[in-house]
DNA sequence: GCCAACGTTGGC
DNA sequence: GCCAACGTTGGC
């Protein structure tokens, strides 16, 4: 089982709407590095950080399990859709989404601005200036080193 | 294949 | 709202 980090504006969409609606498409991803995650390396059962950006706080949220592995996002195939992009192709599709589901929000947010300054996090690419991957693998020992900062 | 122009991300 | 950093596009 992996680990992994995942955007989101919370003006959007944000773990309160995921905790509600329990599962939902990871969809409208038009970033190459992030769709091959999506579509090559994500499993089903997969945790998941829930990532606040664009914020008054940015900063880690929650954690939400991966409740189906990567598919073809649709929405890039729909000329009404936000994501409409004419170059995927139903036959061969560009772009893919992750079903997610929500596990548990934390009671407070661990902010962006915590993390960068412990040492254990130096290599995730979150905390790395001007990276803007909106999903990224987390590796084990950085998981339990978040979970430790947590109060649960 | 280079690279300038452009658009987007996302912290601040 | 600003703007730095980065990815993508398209002319050549």
Redesign the pocket.
Known sequence: MAYWLM?S?PDVFGIDDLKRVKVEPWDGV????ARNMMRDEMKKGDQAFF?????EV?GIVGIMTIARAGYPDDTAFDPEAKYYDP?SDPDNPRWYRVDVRFKRKFRKVIP??EL?TCPELADMP?V???????IMPVTPEQWQFIMGLTDK
């Open positions: 955007k504006e038009r970033n190459y590095q990532y606040h950006s664009n914020c940015p170059k962006l601005s960068k979150l790395r200036k001007g990276n803007r991957l909106s």
